[in-house]
Protein backbone atom coordinates (compact mmCIF):
# COMPACT_ATOMS: atom_id res chain seq x y z
CA UNK A 1 0.00 0.00 0.00
CA UNK A 2 1.30 3.27 -1.30
CA UNK A 3 -0.10 6.83 0.34
CA UNK A 4 0.15 9.73 -1.37
CA UNK A 5 0.26 13.16 0.23
CA UNK A 6 -0.78 16.34 -2.48
CA UNK A 7 -0.26 20.29 -1.56
CA UNK A 8 0.32 23.35 -3.36
CA UNK A 9 -3.35 24.36 -4.62
CA UNK A 10 -5.15 27.18 -4.26
CA UNK A 11 -6.42 30.40 -6.31
CA UNK A 12 -4.36 31.71 -9.17
CA UNK A 13 -5.00 34.92 -11.48
CA UNK A 14 -4.80 33.74 -14.96
CA UNK A 15 -1.38 33.95 -15.89
CA UNK A 16 -0.10 33.21 -12.80
CA UNK A 17 1.84 29.98 -11.31
CA UNK A 18 1.15 27.41 -8.75
CA UNK A 19 3.40 24.05 -8.26
CA UNK A 20 1.92 21.07 -6.87
CA UNK A 21 3.64 18.71 -4.56
CA UNK A 22 3.14 15.24 -3.78
CA UNK A 23 4.78 12.74 -1.44
CA UNK A 24 4.84 8.63 -1.41
CA UNK A 25 5.17 6.60 1.24
CA UNK A 26 7.14 4.38 -0.90
CA UNK A 27 9.29 3.08 -3.86
CA UNK A 28 6.65 3.93 -7.07
CA UNK A 29 7.29 3.34 -10.52
CA UNK A 30 4.85 5.90 -13.35
CA UNK A 31 3.63 8.80 -11.53
CA UNK A 32 1.22 10.76 -13.09
CA UNK A 33 -1.31 14.19 -12.37
CA UNK A 34 -4.58 13.59 -13.54
CA UNK A 35 -7.78 16.42 -13.18
CA UNK A 36 -11.06 16.62 -12.71
CA UNK A 37 -14.11 19.05 -13.17
CA UNK A 38 -17.99 18.20 -11.80
CA UNK A 39 -19.40 16.07 -14.74
CA UNK A 40 -16.39 14.95 -16.53
CA UNK A 41 -14.05 12.51 -17.20
CA UNK A 42 -10.73 12.57 -14.67
CA UNK A 43 -7.86 13.18 -17.25
CA UNK A 44 -4.74 12.18 -17.62
CA UNK A 45 -2.31 15.66 -17.18
CA UNK A 46 1.51 14.54 -17.61
CA UNK A 47 3.27 11.08 -16.45
CA UNK A 48 6.86 10.67 -15.53
CA UNK A 49 8.61 7.50 -15.01
CA UNK A 50 10.98 6.36 -12.54
CA UNK A 51 13.74 6.84 -15.31
CA UNK A 52 12.41 10.25 -16.22
CA UNK A 53 10.94 10.09 -19.40
CA UNK A 54 7.86 12.58 -19.55
CA UNK A 55 4.23 12.73 -21.21
CA UNK A 56 2.16 16.53 -21.43
CA UNK A 57 -1.53 16.41 -22.61
CA UNK A 58 -1.94 18.71 -25.33
CA UNK A 59 -3.43 21.21 -23.36
CA UNK A 60 -0.89 21.86 -20.82
CA UNK A 61 2.23 21.19 -22.77
CA UNK A 62 4.47 23.50 -22.80
CA UNK A 63 2.93 25.63 -19.39
CA UNK A 64 3.55 22.57 -17.23
CA UNK A 65 6.72 20.48 -16.12
CA UNK A 66 6.18 17.52 -14.04
CA UNK A 67 9.11 16.19 -12.13
CA UNK A 68 10.14 13.93 -9.33
CA UNK A 69 12.66 12.80 -6.88
CA UNK A 70 13.05 9.27 -6.61
CA UNK A 71 15.35 9.23 -3.65
CA UNK A 72 13.06 11.25 -1.15
CA UNK A 73 9.66 9.41 -3.11
CA UNK A 74 8.48 12.89 -4.25
CA UNK A 75 6.60 13.98 -7.51
CA UNK A 76 6.01 17.58 -8.81
CA UNK A 77 3.94 19.48 -10.99
CA UNK A 78 4.91 23.22 -11.76
CA UNK A 79 1.80 24.79 -13.52
CA UNK A 80 2.93 27.98 -15.49
CA UNK A 81 0.47 30.54 -17.72
CA UNK A 82 -2.30 29.04 -16.45
CA UNK A 83 -5.49 29.59 -17.56
CA UNK A 84 -9.60 29.78 -16.09
CA UNK A 85 -10.05 26.00 -17.99
CA UNK A 86 -6.98 24.62 -15.94
CA UNK A 87 -9.55 25.09 -12.60
CA UNK A 88 -10.43 21.20 -11.64
CA UNK A 89 -9.43 19.18 -8.74
CA UNK A 90 -5.81 17.52 -9.21
CA UNK A 91 -5.24 14.35 -8.26
CA UNK A 92 -1.33 12.62 -7.86
CA UNK A 93 -1.32 9.23 -9.55
CA UNK A 94 1.01 6.53 -8.69
CA UNK A 95 1.66 3.17 -9.68
CA UNK A 96 3.85 -0.04 -7.99
CA UNK A 97 5.84 -2.54 -9.14
CA UNK A 98 2.61 -4.88 -9.42
CA UNK A 99 0.70 -2.56 -11.62
CA UNK A 100 -1.64 -1.13 -8.75
CA UNK A 101 -2.64 1.93 -8.94
CA UNK A 102 -2.36 4.72 -6.03
CA UNK A 103 -4.39 8.26 -5.87
CA UNK A 104 -3.83 11.30 -3.57
CA UNK A 105 -6.74 12.98 -1.90
CA UNK A 106 -6.95 15.52 -4.69
CA UNK A 107 -6.31 19.31 -4.52
CA UNK A 108 -8.78 22.06 -5.52
CA UNK A 109 -6.35 24.62 -8.38
CA UNK A 110 -8.77 27.65 -9.23
CA UNK A 111 -7.33 29.97 -12.16
CA UNK A 112 -9.88 33.10 -11.89
CA UNK A 113 -9.96 37.11 -12.05
Known amino acids: QVQLVESGGGLVQPGGSLRLSCAAS?????SAWYRQVPGKQRELVAS???????DYSDAVRGRFTISRDNGDHTMALQMNNLKPEDTATYYC??????????WGQGTQVTVSS
Open 93 to 102: NARNAFNIDF
Open 26 to 30: GVVFT
Open 48 to 54: ITRGGFT
